[in-house]
């Protein structure tokens, strides 16, 4: 499988979110967590597609570090999930929808690129963008 490959995972997944964003976590070429917004149905702020997909993945494993996994979503990480990639040390972030992307479609959004939250912080997480872009932000159509 590719990153197009995985993309259309997390879209078909965004497809069952609150908000249309989803996620998928791979590693060595293969999908090991998946997940989409729960927000409103978990009455959960926090219930982001990333977050729920890192979550799921940790207590899958029983570890809270995710080194040498990738992650892919539909939309660039947001402030709050970028720094739980972050925490998680996940090792590559690989987004279809920029924040921008995302602000002109009208979608509610913190206006800091998950590149500038990692630029700040004590690690490095390879960023890929504009995988499937287009697709991601007909989901807001
Ligand atoms: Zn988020």
């Not at 729920?52 to 570090?65: D, E, F, G, H």
């Not at 990639?85 to 009208?106: F, K, R, T």
Request: net charge negative; proline share 4%; aromatic share 6%.
């Amino acid at each position: 499988m590719n990153s197009e490959d995985f993309m259309h995972l997390a879209l078909a997944e965004a497809k069952k979110g609150d908000a249309p964003y989803g996620a998928v976590i791979v590693k060595d070429n293969e999908v090991v967590a998946i997940g989409h917004n729960t927000v409103k149905r978990d009455n959960d702020p926090s219930a982001h597609a990333e977050i729920n997909v890192i979550r799921s993945l940790t207590a899958k494993l029983k570890n809270p570090s995710l080194e040498g996994y990738s992650i892919y979503t539909t939309g660039e990480p947001c402030p709050m999930c970028a720094t739980a990639c972050v925490w998680s040390g996940l090792s590559e972030i690989i987004y279809g929808a920029s924040i921008q992307d995302l602000i002109s479609v009208n979608q509610s959004q913190i206006n800091i690129s998950c590149e500038e939250v990692i630029a700040q912080s004590f690690t490095n997480i390879k960023v890929t963008k504009g995988v499937l872009k287009k697709e991601c932000l007909e989901l807001f159509k």
